[in-house]
């Protein structure tokens, strides 16, 4: 997806900020963008490595943190102009609520990166027996459907049958 000047693109989950750090670039590499990025993390931990990490773009205006959970997003409706959220999912209890709420924040022509482990392989994970909410992929889609998202693309990232999900998701047309 192309990066329009002034982009609003938001990691939401950040964790080790890899999300961050890969939007970033993407503004960085946009003609002219004077756009921002928004991290969000319910981690005051992870909150503090990224303000460590990315000093710099936060001090330029280009990178934003906020601690938050995906069911209240720090934003206004239709704010957001494409965001990304992995291997997050695992920790919500409400799904079509989180959908819900990131579909509010979403622009009208917006995108949501949506990224998880397949859950046959990860049920073999010891870690994910650690409080991870494993989905069938299918429920995740239906999820999104009930919040007002179109999944446009499911690809699958690695080889095999524990290849990695994305889910590229649009705004269903009202």
């Known amino acids: 997806m192309p990066v329009r000047k002034g982009a609003v693109l938001a990691d939401i989950g950040f964790g080790g900020g890899l999300g961050l750090e890969l939007l970033l670039d993407r503004l960085d590499q946009a003609d002219g963008a004077a756009g921002v990025v928004h991290g969000v993390d319910v981690s005051q931990t992870m909150i503090a490595d990224a303000t460590r990490r990315f000093s710099r773009p936060i001090a330029d205006g280009r ?31 409400d799904l079509p609520a989180a959908f819900i709420e990131l579909r509010r924040v979403l622009h009208r022509n917006g995108l949501v990166a949506l990224g998880l482990g397949d859950p046959g392989a990860m049920a073999r994970m010891a870690v994910a027996r650690q409080g991870f909410r494993l989905r069938p992929v299918s429920e995740v889609i239906d999820a999104l459907s009930l919040s007002g998202l179109v999944v446009d693309q499911h690809r699958r ?3 095999g049958d524990g290849a990695f999900h994305l889910l590229i998701a649009i705004p269903a047309p009202r």
Do not use: M
């Open 157 to 159: 990232v690695g080889k």
């Open 63 to 93: 990178l934003r943190l906020h601690r938050a959970p995906i069911e209240k997003l720090p934003f206004a409706d239709g704010a957001v102009d494409a965001a990304l959220t992995l291997n997050t999912i695992y920790f919500v209890p």
